[in-house]
């Protein structure tokens, strides 16, 4: 039995769960591993609050140097999050030779490199489990579970919070401001909820699996982004009457030697497992090219889940301290993999296109030959009866390019015929 | 880097994917993860037949011993299967100190613990993920992923074969003797598929299950086995009407101290992650105290997914050799979790019954009669209106116990009203 000297900064939501779980579980998780994770102190400015939870006396302190920096601390979980102060705590715990555990993955995307550098001058660990899809063990699955595939595909639900308005539209038949601002009232959404509903938070996440899989820590640069805003519950009674339903999708997928990378609001099929994940939960879809495909389930946020993924980190840091073996499962290590990175305009997908039309003849002649003529081929036409001067027209197509697609709403949208701007949404027929 | 040099013993499919696997992806997975499997020698009776792969001379022999006894090889993959010659090559390599890798569920179902008790003694290592859910990499999950965790309930869907024609009963609207006939010729199921149909394999991988979450090698002995050869169309159809769907299910769940095992055709809702589950895939339902609910799905059997999981162990016991951390995560350690296995008589769930009953007058009081003075509450009743002089009644309950539900049925089925044996069935609202 090996004791770990558990360090925690932030002792907030998470960090209060990370505590909570090991005081529970502490010694099942010593049976169990041989590791036994003690919570030896946490910092946050706020020693106050009462978080429920019973801590010896001393372990808490506001002082964040009395983690960092002190020699008889094995491990640091940094639950701080963000990209300041927390890159400045990680950094140094490392430069101290102390392993580092954390959920921060807006950090990890946008600084990556520069934490994984300075973790191997060290010789130490950083594991980041918790950083993507909550409390799934989906990094693990993808780096140890997998290490025998070539990474065909990836798509994943990984924002709770979007996953929770998309789903509540759809149920309640409500619009997109009406579902946030409750969303907000409940907790499930943030006072400033770009992050989450722009998109933004899954492209962290969208990236850090992609960097794995592909072997180049990407960044935030590659990645297209769309958030949900523009999601209507018209295109969400659309897509259900046609068998889909509307997620926040990233994409990740290799086709011809290149890799595109992409978080848009998508269609899949209501019959896919993808397509049953709702609320706050995530997934991810994987497929490689030995396994096939591969899914994982589960809490994509909150206190408890994320807590389960720390401390399982916690103890993988631990078993490599009890037997030497920093580095085992590095931070990043980078490999062969893909050629170039997809530009958006080549991207091949199916793609559902909603048109505002005057009902008058020669229309669906107009915009089909728009489409024939840039090569795009329809795969179902359904035009909506209504008692209005115009209607809307619902067009699914085959797989087209991103750039014919564009060019060819380009040209729709100027028809006098087409009396609001075209709808244009990805569809995906995985998982 | 390391080189690891891999003994491979059993050339059929599964060695075969191994082999391939390595041959395809050993760059990739050398880069990845800084070990390089080398495929050193494969031992198989047939060294004649032309399996597709490139082998260097030399390294396919009929010889056992090369593997098994052989200084130059680093780590066996048992991948005979079954209990007979298998278990003697694996003690065999265990007691030359070399660590195993495995695919064989029924070997580590029956034998485990002197397996294990082997591998302690020479301080080597047994990993064995392909051995439940094929691909899927659910046992690195359950041990590492999900360690923080107290385990409630493990719900899985873990028998390809039976998955498979369930899924071809209700959708071709066929019967199981049909289904499985065809099965046989498209090789989905063996010529003597009692293994699979009668609920064996699952229970073998439910109690390897079973045994991580619990901290005992439970043996097949506590397990409860029912297989799906009882399972009518009649059934699958009244289901699926009343939003459920029926699939061989394992079922492991903790509930007041105790811990039930059991095998049994169940209906789940439709609605569920489980209920999408179709043909040949595998799924694996698995709530823990701190995560909530967790899905893990994928190919549960084939050449390559098995394959994937085999290579992953190779990595991490390769990764185990390169840091002298034998034993890292040792093949079982036992700890505590429960404190008895739940009788079958005395677990609690919700039930369908069928009745057929005669179309008189009273019936329905005298069912609902006994059904009520065993305790058992009523869900629902639907009767069906058929031109016949006997009827048949389906009854959904509230969650009540086995013991009573049995002794109901029992009383029911000896009414003169009632002119067959009832049909029952659990109902697991999970996943």
């Given at each position: 039995?090996?004791?770990?000297?558990?360090?925690?900064?932030?002792?907030?939501?998470?960090?209060?769960?990370?505590?909570?779980?090991?005081?529970r579980?502490?010694?099942?998780?010593?049976?169990?591993?041989?590791?036994?994770?003690?919570?030896?102190?946490?910092?946050?400015?706020?020693?106050?609050?009462?978080?429920?939870?019973?801590?010896?006396?001393?372990?808490?302190?506001?002082?964040?140097a009395?983690?960092?920096?002190?020699?008889?601390?094995d491990?640091?979980?940094?639950?701080?999050?963000?990209?300041?102060v927390?890159?400045?705590?990680?950094?140094?715990?490392?430069?101290?030779?102390?392993?580092?555990?954390?959920?921060?993955k807006?950090?990890?995307?946008?600084?990556?490199?520069?934490?994984?550098?300075?973790?191997e001058?060290?010789?130490?660990?950083?594991?980041?489990?918790?950083?993507?899809?909550?409390?799934i063990?989906?990094?693990?699955?993808?780096?140890?579970?997998?290490?025998?595939n070539?990474?065909?595909?990836?798509?994943?639900?990984?924002?709770?919070?979007c996953?929770?308005?998309?789903?509540?539209?759809?149920?309640?038949?409500?619009?997109?401001?009406?579902?946030?601002?409750?969303?907000?009232r409940?907790?499930?959404?943030?006072?400033?909820?770009?992050?989450?509903?722009?998109?933004?938070?899954?492209?962290?996440?969208?990236?850090?699996?992609?960097?794995?899989?592909?072997g180049?820590?990407?960044?935030?640069?590659?990645?297209?982004?769309?958030?949900?805003?523009?999601?209507?519950?018209?295109?969400?009674?659309?897509?259900?009457?046609?068998?889909?339903?509307?997620?926040?999708?990233a994409v990740?997928?290799?086709?011809d030697?290149?890799?595109?990378?992409?978080?848009?609001?998508s269609?899949?099929?209501?019959?896919?497992l993808?397509?049953?994940?709702?609320?706050?939960?995530?997934?991810?879809?994987v497929?490689?090219?030995?396994?096939g495909?591969?899914?994982?389930?589960?809490?994509?946020?909150?206190?408890?889940?994320?807590?389960?993924a720390?401390?399982?980190?916690?103890?993988?840091?631990?078993?490599?301290?009890r037997?030497?073996?920093?580095?085992?499962?590095?931070?990043?290590?980078?490999?062969?993999?893909?050629?170039?990175?997809?530009?958006?305009?080549?991207?091949?997908?199916?793609?559902?296109?909603?048109?505002?039309?005057?009902?008058?003849?020669?229309v669906?002649?107009?915009?089909?030959?728009?489409?024939?003529?840039?090569?795009?081929?329809?795969?179902?036409?359904?035009q909506k009866?209504v008692?209005?001067?115009?209607?809307?027209?619902?067009?699914?197509?085959?797989?087209?390019?991103?750039?014919?697609?564009?060019?060819?709403?380009?040209?729709?949208?100027?028809?006098?015929?087409?009396?609001?701007p075209?709808?244009?949404?990805?569809?995906?027929?995985?998982?």
């Open positions: 039995m090996r004791d770990i000297r558990v360090g925690v900064v932030g002792y907030g939501t998470v960090g209060a769960g990370v505590v909570d779980c090991l005081l579980n502490g010694d099942l998780i010593a049976e169990r591993s041989g590791i036994r994770p003690v919570v030896a102190r946490v910092a946050d400015l706020d020693v106050a609050t009462d978080r429920g939870l019973c801590l010896e006396p001393g372990v808490l302190t506001a002082d964040v009395a983690v960092l920096d002190a020699p008889d601390i491990v640091v979980a940094e639950l701080v999050g963000g990209i300041g927390a890159k400045e705590f990680i950094l140094r715990a490392l430069r101290n030779g102390k392993p580092v555990v954390t959920a921060n807006a950090l990890l995307a946008e600084c990556g490199e520069e934490i994984f550098t300075v973790a001058a060290s010789q130490t660990d950083v594991y980041y489990e918790a950083s993507v899809g909550g409390g063990p989906c990094i693990k699955a993808m780096r140890e579970g997998l290490v025998a070539r990474i065909k595909e990836i798509v994943g639900i990984l924002n709770g919070t996953n929770y308005i998309l789903t509540r539209m759809e149920a309640e038949r409500a619009d997109f401001e009406e579902v946030l601002a409750e969303a907000q409940a907790g499930y959404a943030e006072s400033d909820p770009g992050l989450d509903v722009d998109g933004i938070d899954t492209a962290h996440k969208a990236t850090i699996l992609a960097s794995l899989a592909y180049e820590w990407f960044g935030m640069a590659p990645i297209h982004i769309e958030g949900i805003r523009q999601v209507t519950l018209q295109d969400i009674a659309y897509a259900a009457e046609l068998g889909y339903r509307i997620k926040l999708l990740i997928r290799e086709e030697g290149g890799v595109q990378m992409r978080v848009q609001p269609l899949i099929p209501v019959r896919s993808l397509g049953h994940v709702d609320g706050v939960f995530n997934a991810v879809w497929r490689g090219d030995t396994v495909g591969t899914l994982y389930y589960g809490r994509g946020a909150g206190r408890d889940a994320t807590a389960s720390v401390v399982a980190d916690i103890v993988d840091v631990g078993l490599n301290l037997y030497g073996s920093h580095r085992r499962v590095p931070a990043f290590r980078p490999h062969q993999g893909y050629e170039r990175v997809v530009p958006m305009q080549d991207v091949r997908t199916r793609y559902y296109v909603r048109l505002q039309a005057l009902d008058c003849p020669g669906m002649a107009l915009v089909s030959g728009i489409l024939g003529r840039l090569g795009i081929s329809i795969a179902s036409v359904t009866e008692n209005q001067p115009s209607v809307p027209m619902v067009i699914l197509t085959h797989r087209a390019r991103e750039a014919a697609i564009r060019e060819a709403l380009g040209q729709i949208g100027e028809l006098a015929e087409i009396v609001r075209p709808v244009m949404l990805r569809i995906e027929d995985v998982g």
